[in-house]
């Protein structure tokens, strides 16, 4: 069975300063990866997905993952924080079979940005 | 417009009640899926549908019953053996990503907020 642990539940950072956001999965069969950010009160927006053609994800606003197999991890990273990006984030993991797939999303993370 | 709607928006009900939260897409998708979102703790599955007449509970199942009987319609039921129906209830569909078996991208209606009085 799959699972997805967002390995920090709050993470606060400058404005023009790095962003990581830290994810691991487990999954028995080859996982289908994703992130999505949902600011407040608005709904859920997918900002990137793993499709296995390249580790290097690059997704919406600047945002990127790395999918490392060795290490079970889908880091979101972006160069350089905006105020805009403070928001939820969520990885979201699912099993690529034939049959039912299961989408299990992570517990999120809260990214806030500082002046 | 292709999309997914959910009703109703705010739901309130005495306890022991059922009640039943409406999804319906429009865009051809497969696969249908509902979660409930409770801050802090992400959203958590609760039934899950690949194709008509057929689905499979998620990981917070027990209190929660569904149906598929078209395509495009998901209904969820809240029974009353929900011990903290409470809470945020979001409806999503994808389809099958491009080259694979696996999913696509998720989704999501506008949700239904759930109050218990």
């Known amino acids: 069975a799959q699972s997805v642990t967002q390995l920090d539940s709050h993470v606060s950072v400058s404005e023009g300063t790095p962003v990581l956001l830290r994810c691991n999965y487990s999954?028995?069969?080859?996982?289908?990866l994703f992130w999505y950010v949902q600011h407040p009160n608005k709904g859920l927006q997918l900002l990137l997905k793993?499709?296995?053609?390249?580790?290097l994800v690059k997704g919406i606003n600047g945002f990127e993952a790395e999918f490392k197999k060795s290490e079970t991890s889908f880091h979101l990273t972006k160069p350089s924080a905006h105020m805009s990006d403070a928001a939820e984030y969520f990885c979201?993991?699912?099993?690529?079979?034939?049959?039912?797939?299961?989408?299990?999303f992570g517990s999120g993370t809260r990214l806030s940005i500082r002046p | 417009d292709g999309g997914i709607t959910q009703s109703p928006k705010y739901l309130f009900r005495k306890e022991g009640q059922n009640v039943t939260l409406s999804c319906e897409q429009n865009?051809?998708?497969?696969?249908m899926y509902w979660y409930r979102q409770d801050p802090g703790q992400g959203l958590r599955l609760i039934y899950y549908s690949q194709i008509v007449n057929d689905f499979q509970k998620g990981d917070i199942a027990e209190g929660y019953s569904v149906s598929r009987e078209k395509k495009e319609s998901f209904p969820l039921t809240v029974t009353s053996a929900q011990k903290n129906p409470t809470a945020f209830y979001l409806c999503?569909?994808?389809?099958?990503?491009?080259?694979?078996?696996?999913?696509?991208?998720?989704?999501f209606g506008e949700g239904s907020r759930l109050t218990v009085l």
């Open positions: 979201v993991v699912s099993e690529s079979r034939s049959s039912a797939s299961k989408i299990i």
């Open positions: 865009l051809n998708h497969d696969a």
């Open positions: 999503a569909s994808s389809g099958i990503r491009v080259g694979t078996s696996g999913p696509g991208e998720l989704f």
């Open positions: 793993y499709t296995s053609a390249a580790t």
């Open positions: 999954s028995s069969y080859s996982p289908s």
